[in-house]
Structures are given as structure tokens and as C-alpha cells.
């Protein structure tokens, strides 16, 4: 039975038209995109689940903050308001804007990673990934076995497992662990929270081996709340001491700020301790690579609305609202019977491919599959978190097989209301009555060699002997 859905604690002031595509035509605008959703045009798109990252809906606070963002090229008021928010609020000693969370990634990961260097995570996000790969590094991660079963419930499956956390480091030697990312939540893992006993036993980890310990803090709001609700000894903590409490155990942060801080651009990093000799690498790779460190790629009107934002993400009524709205969602799928990580993750729901299709082999791509259908059914557009976006070993460049095969149906913050989880619901249950019609997946015609799902191409596959007819990454290489 579905859960109460829980009453949006704003009303509308301003309104933007949609347009419903017919059928045929969502058909041919998928086939003219190569059968990858990011070439779909926005304008295309009636329900638009593909990120929620930078597509949510400020307030009319940021609004107006953005009329009074300060645009001086260096030590601009706006810059000192979102230190003061980001001190407050995080207690770390020094708070560095970059324009988005990869930015924040591609500034600090080289400074601690290199050749013959591994990076640890309970899980790495693609992106995060793939600089982790560009700085010279390897990819380990630790999630916990039960996030691996879908539809098992329980409670912070995005944890880090603690004995192989322990293992990878005596494999490898705490010399070659250049550092540990907790994310917060876990975003591969199907957006599910990590515990504040977790982040403890990972911090001691950290600091008994001497590694450095990121948080990758893009939903880190979203994180507290669950520990609030859902861990034992939190439930009278205000969010935003749950979140100094987390953030002291470790030694930096990178934050995409377009999640949990509720502007459409913008990304922090943090670094703990005030005297480190980090901040002044930081510093000389951000003016390098997004421009003075007082702006780090910013408007004074991004800083300002951020600056609002980052208080605005922490507001309990709010996270009550944003957590009850995709567990809604979840319970309508529920009751259809339709799997996915379980339970509901704070952002999203992340819809088990692999389960619904199980026909289709992972080097078919089902969670693909279920993106593309789901777009065909309904105009919904929505992601694949599986083998696709995996993508190659970076050192053999065949195929990798993921752990899950999940579409994910990311939620824009404060922007679509119940009618529209309805219909995300509906399409899902259409699909779901006709999924066992639906034979094939798809095959690669074209990849670049790093995260591909942005740009590869795909083509139908007509029989079982296509699927492994992928372009090699030598060819890709060459192509590019």
C-alpha cells in the first residue's frame, strides 16, 4: 500500500510549460539520439529523471540573492558569505569553491593520487571514478554485502565494509592507498546512507594507516537525515550538528553543491585542519583550472545563492518533505511488485533492471534498456547506473560487469509534484506487463574511451551474437 505522500512545505510561485511528444514521435527522437538519453533535447523530455544534480528549483531567498551577488573578480562580499555558511556548517578550516563537484575532483584527487597509487570507496561514482583513472590511480570498492541484494531492507547500505576495507589496505600496502572516499550518500549503491558508526570505524581506519579521508559530500543533508530517523541515539540531534559530527572525521571534502545545497551550479572542497600545507596546492590548481580561488569558476550570484542554499538543504521540514516524496514513489512500486534497492535511497529510486528483464545479459545493458523504454512509454528520462556506465577495464578495456543493474529515477529537487510520481509509477507497471515481449538489448556502435555514457552510441541488437560486437578501445582511441 502506498505511503502518505507528504505535502510540499512551499507553494508555487512561478510555473514552467511541458510538453507531452506522441508515442511515434518519442520513438524517432530516441532513435535520432542513438538510443543514449543525454542527446535527447530537454524540451523532449516531459518528466525529467535523468540527474538530479543542478535541475532543482531555487527559492525565492536564492532568487533574490542572486540580485545581490557581488561579481568583484577577487574577495567578493558573496565569497566571504559562503565562508561563513560553509564554516558554520561543516567546521571545517578552509572552504574552496569550484564550480561543480567534478571540478572539485579534478583539483584535489592529483595532488594525493599517481601511477601505482589506489583509492578506496564504499563505492565511487563514475565520475569520481574516472578522475581517480585521469590522476593515474585505480578504483577499489568496498560497499557492504547486503547493498549487492536489491531487495533486501535494511538500513545504511551504503556503508563501507570495514573487514575489506582492513584487507584492501594489506594487499596493497597503506603506502599505496593515496585515499579513502566515503560518499554520502552512496550514490552507486542505489543512494542509500552511510551511519555515523560506519564513518567512525572508517575514520579510525584512516588515521591507524596514516591515509587521507574524503568525503564525497554531494548529498550529505540527505545522509544526516537518515541518521536522524534511523540511527539509534540521533533522533533528538539537530541535522546540522549530526553533520559537523560526521564531517570532523574526516580530512577533506569534495562537494557537488547542485544536490543537497539546491543552486543549478556550483561545488565546494574543505579541507579539516586550517594550517594544512593542502590548501595552498588547492589554491594554485583552482586558479589554474577555474580561475581565482575567491570565485573558483563561480558568479558572486552562484556564490550568494549557494550561501542560502547550503542552509535552506539542512532545513528538517524540507528533508522530511524531499526523503517522503521518493518513498512515495517507492511504495507505488511496491505494491506493483516492481524491485529496486531497497529501501528508497534519499534522491532516487533505483529501479532493479536486471530483475524486471531478466532475459537480457549484462553486456546487453537492461538497465539501458529499462531507460529507453521507460522514455519510449511515458516521456520520462532517467539513467543508467549499471554495466553501461561501468564501463571498460581501464587496463584490459573489455566490458565490465557491474554489481548492480539499476535505472535510476533521479528525483530534481522541490520541482514535480505527486500527479508526476504517479505517472513515473504508471509507465514503470506498463512496462513491467510487457517486459517479458522484450528480447534484446543494445550494443555499442561508438564509445569514447573515458565515461562513456555521456557520449557513446548504441544500436538495437538483433540477435544473442551482436552483443559482443563493441568497438575495441584502440579503435575508440583512434576515433577520437
Not at 276 to 282: G, Q, R, V
Not at 321 to 333: D, F, T
Request: with cysteine.
Amino acid at each position: 500500500m502506498a505511503v502518505k505522500y507528504i505535502p510540499e512545505p512551499f507553494r508555487i510561485k512561478s510555473v514552467e510549460p511541458l510538453k507531452m511528444l506522441t508515442r511515434e514521435e518519442r520513438e524517432a527522437a530516441i532513435r535520432d539520439a542513438d538510443y543514449n538519453l543525454f542527446y535527447l533535447k530537454g524540451e523532449d523530455c516531459y518528466i525529467d529523471l535523468l540527474t538530479d544534480s543542478g535541475t532543482n528549483a531555487m527559492s525565492q531567498d536564492q532568487w533574490a540573492g542572486v540580485m545581490r551577488g557581488d561579481e568583484s573578480y577577487a574577495g567578493a562580499s558573496s565569497y566571504y558569505r559562503l565562508l561563513e555558511a560553509g564554516t558554520d556548517i561543516f567546521g571545517f578550516g578552509y572552504i574552496q569553491p569550484v564550480h561543480q563537484g567534478r571540478a572539485a575532483e579534478k583539483v584535489l584527487f592529483p595532488l594525493l593520487l599517481g601511477e601505482g597509487k589506489v583509492a578506496v570507496s564504499n563505492m565511487f561514482f563514475d565520475t569520481t571514478r574516472a578522475h581517480v583513472e585521469l590522476a593515474g590511480a585505480r578504483c577499489i570498492d568496498c560497499v557492504v554485502p547486503e547493498a549487492k541484494d536489491p531487495a533486501r531492507r535494511a538500513p545504511f547500505k551504503g556503508n563501507m565494509d570495514i573487514a575489506r576495507l582492513e584487507q584492501v589496505i594489506q594487499e596493497h600496502g597503506a603506502e599505496n592507498v593515496g585515499m579513502i572516499v566515503m560518499t554520502i550518500t552512496n550514490n552507486s549503491a542505489g543512494g542509500q546512507p552511510v551511519s555515523m558508526q560506519n564513518m567512525r570505524d572508517v575514520s579510525a581506519i584512516a588515521r591507524k594507516h596514516g591515509i587521507p579521508l574524503d568525503i564525497d559530500a554531494a548529498r550529505y543533508a540527505e545522509n544526516a537525515f537518515f541518521i536522524q530517523r534511523d540511527e539509534p541515539g540521533y533522533a533528538d540531534t539537530e541535522i546540522k550538528d549530526i553533520i559537523r559530527e560526521m564531517f570532523s572525521l574526516a580530512d577533506t571534502f569534495t562537494m557537488s553543491a547542485k544536490k543537497d545545497a539546491i543552486v543549478n551550479m556550483g561545488g565546494l572542497i574543505g579541507v579539516r585542519d586550517a594550517d594544512s600545507p593542502l590548501i595552498l596546492k588547492i589554491k594554485a590548481a583552482c586558479i589554474s583550472y577555474e580561475g581565482f580561488y575567491t570565485y573558483g569558476g563561480l558568479t558572486g550570484r552562484d556564490l550568494e545563492a549557494l550561501a542560502i542554499g547550503l542552509y535552506e538543504g539542512i532545513d528538517n521540514d524540507y528533508l522530511r518533505y524531499r526523503i517522503g516524496q521518493v518513498e512515495y514513489l517507492a511504495s507505488r512500486l511496491d505494491d506493483a511488485g516492481i524491485v529496486y534497492q531497497s529501501p528508497a535511497g534519499g534522491h532516487a529510486v533505483f529501479v532493479d533492471a536486471s530483475a524486471l528483464l531478466p532475459q537480457l545479459s549484462y553486456d546487453e545493458f537492461p538497465a539501458q534498456v529499462l531507460a529507453i523504454e521507460l522514455y519510449k512509454e511515458a516521456g520520462i528520462r532517467s539513467c543508467d547506473i549499471g554495466s553501461y556506465m561501468l564501463g571498460n577495464d581501464p587496463d584490459t578495456g573489455k566490458q565490465l560487469k557491474a554489481d548492480f543493474e539499476f535505472t535510476r529515477l533521479a528525483i530534481p529537487r522541490r520541482v514535480y509534484t505527486r500527479a508526476h510520481m504517479d505517472i513515473i509509477a504508471e509507465a514503470l507497471i506498463a512496462i513491467k506487463e510487457r517486459a517479458g515481449e522484450i528480447r534484446h538489448g543494445y550494443r555499442i556502435a561508438w564509445e569514447p574511451p573515458i565515461l562513456r555514457h555521456f557520449q557513446a552510441k548504441l544500436t538495437p541488437i538483433t540477435n544473442k551474437d551482436e552483443r559482443t560486437a563493441t568497438i575495441q578501445p584502440a579503435a575508440v582511441k583512434a576515433t577520437v
